[in-house]
């Protein structure tokens, strides 16, 4: 029998089954087969997040939508889990215990996810919209020259970390900073709790700079927030919004560029418009999500789910990926169907992303300036060739190189029909979301 890994859950009991490891380059290269293998276990099935660190994960769609509901037997606080793992392990930067509505149930919950929504519903979405194309803009005119790009590191990637920076504030100094800590902690890879500290860093010191001289932006807004957060408080929520919105709404423009140009099924996507951005995107969050294993809970009791017995404080994730794509499906059809209705990519319950609307907004629109510039886009290498980004949680290409007919000129940003927006924060900021 394999025994039990250190880290583990509290009470995790050894099994005849060796953990499938959900890091590295093997799972990366081909997930899908990883959860066709993991759904032969059950509804459930033990996972390796990290070295010396074992999950169950949920596949099954209907298990995962009761256990994402369901707050009286689970609760989201991970620390007598987090009390059995090693300090320096690469997942705890995204499953450690913070004060933020991540880790947090019931008043404590609320109180934290009402000051983060009524801080996101100050992004009026037309002005969103405008700044978005604005910094698309003048991403594409800085490679439209040459006929070759990375989309990733070119565009992808630059575009939500500006709009995101900027309405909080950063400091344009400070913004690769920025992506490195957001990056490298959803890598898990060793370098993850220190790009995930150097994040921390950059917060803590703008929320000090708000604090002495407020400004027109949404960290002086969540510090004004009735909430009443401390700075330690503020500094969490600020930087969950970052991770859980930068590194997403990222791998979902780069995931549904890719399913365009080089799903045959979408053909003519580019040049004849045959497949609109939301179709993409729709696609994307259905069959590769960009958070692909997430939702960490935890039994409040020794309890039974679905069939499998659960000691008190066992870490146990949900497969946003494999449940939308279970086949046969029970009941809803995810493998066959279009648009959001059921799938989990946003996941479900009180802890439902709050963020959905601006990155659907932001992919939206980026995908769409992209293709109506760059009209015969196409991959310069055969999809196979391409690497992902190691990592049980999310789901990323880490390059994807295009070949396409260069441009001489591209208009000026703001020049083509875009209201000229200096940022995508309205002046509200002291008010309520609705006045």
């Keep these: 029998m394999t025994p039990p890994a250190t880290g583990a859950s509290p009470g995790a009991g050894p099994s005849l089954l060796e953990p499938l ?40 769609y209907h298990a995962a939508v009761d256990l994402l ?18 300090a320096d392990s690469p997942v705890l930067p995204v499953l450690g215990h913070r004060p933020t509505a991540l ?22 979405p037309h002005l969103l919209r405008a700044e978005v194309a604005k910094v698309a803009q003048r991403l594409i005119a800085a490679f439209s020259a040459t006929g070759t790009g990375d989309l990733i590191a070119q565009y992808a990637r630059g575009l939500p970390l500006h709009v995101f920076t900027a309405s909080f504030g950063v400091d344009p100094r400070d913004t690769e900073r920025v992506v490195r800590g957001t990056a490298g902690m959803m890598d898990s890879v060793e370098g993850a709790p220190a ?5 921390v860093g950059v ?7 708000r604090r002495r001289r407020p400004g027109r932006d949404l960290t002086t807004y969540l510090l004004e927030h009735p909430a009443g957060l401390d700075d330690n408080e503020a500094v969490r929520q600020i930087t969950l919004i970052m991770s859980s919105g930068h590194e997403p709404t990222t791998n979902l423009i780069g995931n549904a560029l890719l399913r ?60 946003f990926a494999a449940a939308n794509t279970q086949s046969p499906p029970t ?36 995908i769409e300036q992209l293709t109506s510039q760059l009209c015969d886009l196409e991959l310069a290498v055969e999809p196979g060739a391409l690497v992902w980004r ?33 940022d995508p924060v309205p002046n509200r900021v002291g008010g309520t979301p609705n006045g």
């Design 103 to 124: 880790f947090t149930d019931g008043a404590v919950h609320a109180r934290y996810r009402g000051a983060v929504n009524d801080t996101l519903a100050l992004i009026e």
């Design 260 to 319: 365009m140009l080089s799903d045959t099924g979408y053909g003519g996507s580019l040049h004849g418009g045959a497949m609109t951005a939301r179709e993409a995107v729709d696609d994307v969050l259905w069959r590769d999500p960009p958070i692909a294993n997430m939702g960490a809970h935890f039994p409040r009791h020794d309890t039974e789910f679905h069939g499998v017995p659960l000691r008190a404080g066992q870490l146990v994730l949900v497969s």
């Design 331 to 366: 009941g809803s059809d995810p493998a066959g169907r279009s648009g959001d209705g059921a799938h989990l990519a946003w996941s479900a319950g009180p802890h439902r992303c709050p963020a959905k609307q601006p990155a659907l907004l932001m992919a939206m629109t980026a």
């Design 390 to 422: 190691p990592g049980p949680f999310h789901r990323a290409p880490a390059h994807l190189p295009v070949r396409f007919t260069p441009l001489d000129t591209l208009p000026e940003p703001g020049a083509m029909s875009v209201p000229d927006v200096s």
């Design 69 to 86: 509901r369901d707050t009286e037997t689970f609760t989201k606080d991970p620390r007598a889990w987090q009390a059995g793992v090693p």
């Design 21 to 60: 490891a959900l890091y590295g380059a093997g799972f990366a290269a081909d997930p899908h087969g990883h959860y066709r293998r993991l759904r032969d276990q059950g509804p459930l099935a033990r996972v390796r997040i990290a070295p010396d660190v074992d999950a169950l994960l949920v596949t099954d």
């Design 195 to 199: 790009a995930y500290d150097d994040l």
């Design 203 to 209: 917060v803590t010191d703008l929320v000090a700079a």
